[in-house]
């Protein structure tokens, strides 16, 4: 199966719903990154199962447990792992979904794909019980994301027929239900019990939006910051749909409306409508991310269901046992957060930690470049990074360090990768073009 995110970050998901565990390796963390599991613990519990009425009545502490990758609260550089494991099944209710598939699940897809080896009970590996690993890798890309000044946070904007119009200007991640608007957000829990007493379930819709990235985050084409985010969006099961800024609103209106003028505030220059999402040709301009991502309703309702015999090949009846959200947009609320991290990552993540002064020996490249400099002036080379920004500053074949003394002789450095940047003001050594 392809439930790997291939980045700056690889990230893998494994495990089945009802199978002892679930879990993530991320792969291409820098070493050292400080990890606050208090922190990723109060996150994953936002979509932990069996907490109110509007979620599945399965209850599971997911308390994620790290086999490697860590070492005394950082990343030690090694591939991270870890698991959630489930406590709490019940296979027995999903033995008829093998020849019964449920209208709007995956089990008729699977059957093809797989011809009868995948596992039913309780989604298998096309759970969303599979969006917890998710929220683990996302959770620590929000920490890293956070230190950078990037934050992301999402709100319900829509469950049934019920809209919140309220301006999202503050987080809702303290909130019980994560909607701006308690009006709104009562009338929508109203909807949810009515759909579950109906033996029924809703969709709706979920808003994020992402503060502080810089312009110049992503590329055309086929690497724009909407391809990416869009992909992890789908990574979640339930998710039909992905607009950004005015999306499909835009469809509706002229150039001149939609068109979001550029105006200079405060030395920066900014857009006095966002129309746009803070996307233009794939790469973000400096105003605030907005994409929003439509869920479906929960296809395991209590309700009688038409469907088919896989093995008679004739037309049944189909009632499905088992405990299921009548509404899965709440829970989803983080993981909209944490899938949105991990593409942030793609681009963020390495640049960034690279250009903080961790105090670490020189790179091999950084060696090369001071030992080939005169005697004299090699006595007094940087000796580690968080000394120098000449060793670590971004180079490649078009850059070169000068002698503190300045010397004739230039150190040309071997080509290393775009994403060393400068790491600390260093008076006696200079970078210049070569």
């Not at 005394?72 to 033995?95: F, H, M, Q």
């Not at 909607?179 to 994020?208: F, L, R, T, Y």
């Not at 670490?360 to 990074?385: D, G, I, K, N, Y």
């Not at 450095?413 to 003001?425: Q, Y």
Request: proline share 7%.
């Amino acid at each position: 199966m392809s439930s790997v995110y291939d980045g700056n970050l690889t990230v893998s998901i494994f495990g089945q719903s009802h199978a002892p565990a679930i879990g993530v390796t991320i792969d291409g963390l820098p070493a050292g990154l400080p990890v606050d599991l208090d922190a990723l613990g109060r996150f994953l519990r936002r979509r932990a199962p069996g907490q109110n009425a509007w979620s599945t009545p399965r209850k599971e502490a997911d308390l994620p447990e790290f086999l490697c990758g860590l070492k005394d609260g950082r990343t030690c550089g090694a591939p991270l792992t870890a698991i959630i494991r489930n406590t709490n099944t019940r296979s027995g209710d999903y033995e008829n979904l093998m020849d019964i598939p449920r209208p709007g699940h995956a089990d008729y897809t699977a059957q093809v794909k797989f011809g009868g080896a995948q596992d039913a009970a309780g989604g298998g590996h096309f759970s969303g019980r599979l969006t917890a690993p998710l929220c683990i890798a996302g959770g620590l890309c929000l920490q890293v994301l956070a230190r950078q000044g990037v934050r992301v946070r999402a709100r319900i904007v829509s469950i049934g027929t019920v809209t919140d119009d309220a301006a999202f200007d503050a987080p809702v991640d303290e909130k019980p239900f994560p909607a701006v608007s308690d009006e709104a957000a009562a009338a929508m829990q109203a909807q949810i019990a009515q759909a579950k007493a109906e033996q029924d379930s809703v969709g709706g819709v979920i808003e994020c939006v992402i503060e502080g990235l810089p312009a110049g985050i992503g590329d055309p084409m086929f690497g724009g910051l909407e391809n990416r985010i869009a992909r992890t969006v789908f990574a979640i099961p339930a998710v039909k749909g992905v607009e950004f800024g005015a999306g499909f609103a835009a469809a509706r209106l002229r150039g001149s409306e939609n068109n979001d003028p550029f105006c200079v505030e405060n030395g920066k220059i900014v857009t006095k409508t966002n129309h746009c999402g803070g996307i233009l040709g794939g790469i973000s301009n400096g105003m605030p991310v907005v994409f929003r991502a439509a869920f479906k309703p929960t296809p395991s309702i209590s309700r009688e269901q038409d469907s088919v015999s896989l093995s008679r090949m004739e037309e049944t009846k189909l009632v499905i046992h088992g405990r299921h959200d009548p509404c899965i947009v709440p829970r989803a609320v983080p993981v909209i957060e944490a899938v949105c991290a991990i593409a942030l990552s793609t681009n963020r993540l390495r640049r960034s930690l690279r250009s903080r002064p961790f105090g670490r020996a020189l790179t091999p490249a950084a060696r090369h470049c001071v030992a080939s400099l005169s005697p004299s002036c090699r006595s007094r080379a940087p000796q580690t990074r968080s000394h120098a920004s000449a060793i670590c500053a971004k180079t490649a074949l078009g850059r070169a360090i000068r002698c503190p003394r300045r010397c004739s002789r230039l150190s040309r450095l071997p080509a290393v990768s775009s994403a060393h940047r400068p790491i600390a003001a260093c008076s006696s050594w200079r970078i210049r073009a070569w």
